[in-house]
């Protein structure tokens, strides 16, 4: 039981905070946030605002002037009032509590799907893939490349190098990379235009959904396997996987890939991928 309010009143806290947060900011006040109904438990007045825990743990409501989710409230014209703004902020603020759910919702799963390790390399300065168009490519960077430093900032996640990168577009940047147990240091010009910046997140070349009748069904691959090489050559992204079967469009291929919890060790098996 205790467990159930307490997750209902997470998913309570987050549908009034998005109420409250929106009716602040487009200048509306708030008379009350309360955790549950009434009749009030206790609560403490800070500013405009008295915050509240009130008896019922069935819900909660955030009360704006001009507003009521219970009794009679009669608008005064006041500036600060629901009534007196526009019809977009009115709007805005009924919807926000429903929007802060979906964006709790989305974050719980990422955080799950990270603790899973589907998205490790968010944690990762890994270079998944670098195209040979590219600046960073001439330069002598490579798809395996770990991220140290971008122009002295020490970066350590995934998200670090994009920005470090992205702030230095047009300029000329120093890359400390570590490769193959040694570091090296590559000045790189690179282009003002974030689409030419080349690098791919290293993402695991694992196998998602396999769609029936397509080459991966008939040669037995299932979701969740992952591929370690192609044509006997050693694959750690899913951009290295791609870029060997790219270029033989319409030819045979060995794919070699291991199953979790199989033990049979590695499988291959030879498939043609459509041109």
């Not at 009143?9 to 009350?32: I, N, T």
Request: glycine fraction near 12%.
């Amino acid at each position: 039981m205790l467990s159930f309010v307490f997750v209902l009143g997470v998913l309570v806290f987050v549908h009034e905070m998005g109420h409250f947060l929106v009716a602040k900011k487009c200048g509306m006040k708030v008379e009350q946030f309360s955790l549950g109904y009434p009749p009030k438990a206790f609560g403490v007045r800070y500013g405009e605002t008295e915050y509240l825990v009130s008896w019922l743990p069935l819900g909660g409501y955030v009360k704006v002037a001009g507003m009521s989710d219970f009794g009679k409230d009669n608008p005064e014209g006041q500036p600060w009032e629901f009534q007196s703004k526009p019809r977009w902020m009115q709007a805005s603020v009924m919807a926000a509590g429903p929007a802060m759910n979906v964006i709790l919702a989305f974050i719980l799963i990422l955080m799950i799907r990270v603790a899973y390790g589907e998205y490790a390399y968010l944690n990762s300065t890994m270079l998944g893939g670098v195209t040979e168009s590219s600046a960073l490519y001439e330069a002598g960077i490579r798809s395996r490349d770990e991220v140290r430093q971008v122009n002295g900032q020490t970066v350590t996640n995934w998200a670090g190098v994009i920005e470090e990168l992205a702030g230095s577009l047009g300029q000329r940047t120093d890359i400390l990379v570590e490769r193959e147990g040694g570091q090296i240091v590559k000045s790189v010009m690179l282009d003002a235009d974030i689409t030419k910046l080349g690098v791919v997140p290293p993402l695991k070349p694992r196998v998602g959904q396999v769609v029936p009748g397509h080459p991966a069904e008939n040669i037995g691959l299932q979701g969740g396997d992952l591929i370690t090489a192609v044509n006997g050559q050693s694959v750690v992204t899913w951009w290295e996987m791609s870029q060997i079967i790219q270029t033989r469009p319409g030819e045979e291929v060995t794919i070699t890939w291991v199953r979790e919890g199989d033990g049979n060790g590695e499988l291959s098996a030879v498939v043609t991928p459509r041109a």
